[in-house]
């Protein structure tokens, strides 16, 4: 089993900048996809961007495309996604979370909102 725990949300001005990080235990986390949700009130969680075992592919919502990148450093089990350009439409409880890559491509995780294991979130507010 997986344990992803999420941190570095917090309030943010318009336009502003971020980087969330997840922090990832257990055993094989070489052999999972791992990807970032989120889910703003009243609204059904999405994709926002997914990333593959070794870093080589990933995928981004149209809404954050050119804003937000996702990256992975294995050796210390922890995946990143730095926000750029924020919107208050970013606001929403961000979450992290992994599947094993086998099981679908970045794009199909993200789309559908496939993980097998997922983190408790964190909250990004963006507002003046």
């Known amino acids: 089993q997986l344990q992803l725990v999420e941190s570095g949300g917090g309030l943010v001005q318009p336009g502003g900048s971020l980087r969330l990080s997840c922090a990832v235990s257990?055993?094989?986390?070489?052999?999972?996809?791992i990807g970032w949700f989120r889910q703003a009130p009243g609204k059904e969680r999405e994709g926002v961007s997914c990333?593959?075992?070794?870093?080589?592919?990933?995928y981004y919502a149209d809404s954050v495309k050119g804003r937000f990148t996702i990256s992975r450093d294995n050796a210390k089990n922890t995946v990143y996604l730095q926000m750029n350009s924020l919107k208050p439409e970013d606001t929403a409880i961000y979450y992290c979370?992994?599947?094993?890559?086998?099981?679908?491509?970045?794009?199909?995780?993200?789309?559908?909102?496939?993980?097998?294991?997922w983190g408790r979130g964190a909250q990004l507010t963006v507002s003046s």
């Open positions: 979370a992994a599947l094993p890559a086998i099981a679908a491509t970045v794009q199909d995780m993200c789309v559908r909102t496939r993980s097998s294991y």
């Open positions: 257990g055993f094989g986390l070489n052999n999972y996809a």
């Open positions: 990333i593959s075992t070794s870093g080589g592919r990933t």
